[in-house]
């Protein structure tokens, strides 16, 4: 692919799940195959990248709504947007994005937010990077699962906002059962997508193995038969007792994970481009319900090329947890 074309809505997805372990720019670039100018100017404003703007530019911010906008943006961190409505600004949109583009003292970032590793979980995601690079398993015949969090107001809520270089990064808390949302468990694999499982309330080991009961074994059995390869993180209804003894009963060979290693899991990608997809142009919600049907559509919309390439990620992403 050319260097000057914009990024992929995969690529995007595959930029930001890197990036929210804060990869530097030039590794992602790597990564991902692009220009670091590409990287840059797609993480500079994720809301707003490729969008073309008609009619001529125009800058009718004055001095004073200038200096304003810049000092609420470092002391609130919100958008572009935000900012816009709540200084009561008539300059367009774009202006104001502008503006705060221009300032050397803010950069649209994300807030950081990383798994606490101990010298036991490095070890751990050491120790499999080795393994699985040495003896290389059968990627593609691997089923990669996991659940996902999708909020009414957006991607895990105000994640990006205008950070002051001159004063400390924000930080966010996981959401995992907090604002309106819906909950879904997926998985896929190189033979492509399983039923999303639309999760109602917490849930439990009991709920889990329904789950998948309901949805990991019609896939299974229809792509690889009674033998299969199933890949889960170690949430604790995923380990528990309960789920351990129906796993086994049913001859489920289970892929081992490490703990705290989303960077390992390429669902977490594929989450991240239907997150793109449910939430392009900024779109938020009214209900669950059409939170839903937006989320099936775009989720059926993923192609096996896709897929394949998350798939075929793995021995890069195994090397760089040992270099």
């Not at 911010?61 to 810049?70: A, C, H, Q």
């Not at 003292?105 to 101990?118: E, V």
């Amino acid at each position: 692919m050319g260097q000057g074309t914009i990024l992929s809505p995969m690529e995007r997805g595959m930029v930001m799940a890197l990036r929210a372990h804060d990869m530097p720019y030039r590794a992602i670039a790597k990564e991902v195959g692009r220009s670091i100018k590409a990287i840059h100017t797609f993480l500079k404003n994720p809301d707003t990248y490729g969008t073309k703007f008609s009619g001529r530019k125009r800058s009718s911010l004055d001095g004073r709504e200038n200096r304003l906008l810049v000092r609420e943006a470092s002391k609130t961190g919100l958008s572009a947007r935000s900012l816009k409505t709540t200084l009561n600004i008539d300059a367009s949109l774009r202006t104001c994005q502008r503006r705060l583009q221009q300032s050397s003292t803010l950069s649209y970032t994300k807030r950081r937010h990383t798994p606490a590793l101990t010298a036991r979980h490095k070890a751990s995601r050491l120790e499999y990077a080795k393994r699985n690079l040495e003896e290389p398993p059968a990627w593609a015949d691997i089923i990669w699962s996991d659940e996902k969090r999708f909020n009414l107001d957006g991607p895990d809520g105000l994640q990006y906002y205008w950070h002051d270089l001159r004063k400390e990064p924000h930080t966010y808390f996981s959401r995992r059962n907090g604002g309106g949302g819906v909950m879904v468990w997926g998985a896929f694999s190189s033979a492509g997508t399983s039923q999303l499982a639309f999760l109602e309330g917490n849930q439990n080991s009991e709920d889990y193995v329904d789950t998948l009961g309901n949805f990991l074994f019609p896939f299974a059995h229809e792509h690889y038969g009674e033998e299969f390869v199933f890949m889960q993180d170690g949430a604790s209804i995923h380990t528990s007792k309960y789920t351990k003894s129906f796993l086994d009963e049913e001859n489920v060979k289970v892929f081992e994970h490490p703990s705290l290693s989303p960077d390992l899991n390429p669902i977490e990608n594929l989450w991240g481009i239907l997150a793109r997809h449910v939430y392009a142009n900024g779109r938020q919600y009214m209900n669950v319900e059409e939170l839903t049907v937006a989320i099936k559509a775009a989720w059926s919309g993923i192609g096996k090329p896709t897929l394949e390439k998350l798939i075929q990620s793995m021995p890069r992403r195994c090397l760089a947890v040992v270099e």
